[in-house]
């Protein structure tokens, strides 16, 4: 599976507007990203839906963007997402599957060794491990597990890997030398987020 060494995450939290959301997913498509993920942590599911689809519309041209629905295989089914990411509270990686099928791309989150290690045994494409750093994208984030927890997983699993968690363009080198196959970013990436893009992947080894 090709995975840019940016993985950007669109998080209706912190878009004011959700014209500001979809301008913002129109610049990120701009670039040279191959993924972009969609999370909505609060809405309810016929705005998530309608959001969705509306993502769907809009990026349609882009090919080399694959849209990932967070938590919600339903919908990921329904707005024909390209791939899903599930956490640790969400569905099983193996009832997501049942879901959304073969060959959509599956993507689950982690946090220690023993979860990451469990999740290399199932059908999901790539993995992700965080928070390598400490976050303010999340209300109950997991502890942190630093650059050594991304060392540690990457021994672990020979999937593409995903690092997460209070990534910027000043660290985020130091967590592809750790082993990250990309780093998710959020906050990051909000202000000018083509410009913030593509600065990302021209500083990225």
Same mark, same amino acid.
């Given at each position: ?7 950007? =995450? #669109?998080? !209706? ?9 979809? /301008? ?37 041209? &882009? ?16 707005? @024909?997402?390209? +791939?899903?990411?599930?956490? &640790? ?10 879901? =959304? ?5 599956? +993507?689950?989150? /982690?946090?220690?060794?023993? &979860?990451?290690?469990?999740?290399? &045994?199932? /059908? ?17 984030? @997991? ?13 672990? /699993? ?8 209070? =990534? ?10 750790? +082993?990250?196959?990309?780093?998710? !970013?959020?906050?990051? #990436? ?10 990302? #992947?021209?500083?990225?080894?």
């Amino acid at each position: 599976m090709l995975i840019s060494r940016l993985y950007p =995450i #669109l998080d !209706v939290a912190c878009f004011k507007e959700a014209a500001a959301l979809f /301008t913002a997913a129109d610049e990120l498509a701009a670039t040279s990203i191959t993924m972009l993920q969609y999370r909505n942590k609060s809405g309810n599911a016929r705005e998530m839906l309608d959001q969705a689809r509306e993502l769907k519309r809009r990026l349609s041209t &882009q090919s080399h963007v694959k849209l990932i629905m967070n938590d919600r295989a339903d919908l990921c089914v329904a707005a @024909d997402f390209d +791939g899903l990411h599930v956490g &640790q509270d969400d569905l099983s990686p193996e009832a997501a599957r049942r879901i =959304i099928g073969p060959d959509r791309i599956l +993507g689950v989150s /982690t946090h220690n060794p023993e &979860q990451l290690a469990a999740a290399d &045994q199932t /059908t999901a494409n790539y993995l992700a491990i965080g928070p390598v750093f400490s976050t303010t994208s999340k209300a109950n984030p @997991d502890p942190v597990v630093g650059l050594e927890g991304v060392r540690r997983a990457r021994s672990l /699993t020979s999937k593409p890997l995903v690092a997460i968690g209070g =990534i910027t363009r000043a660290n985020a080198n130091s967590v592809i030398d750790a +082993g990250a196959d990309s780093v998710a !970013v959020i906050s990051d #990436l909000i202000r000018d987020p083509r410009k913030s893009a593509e600065e990302f #992947l021209a500083n990225l080894r």
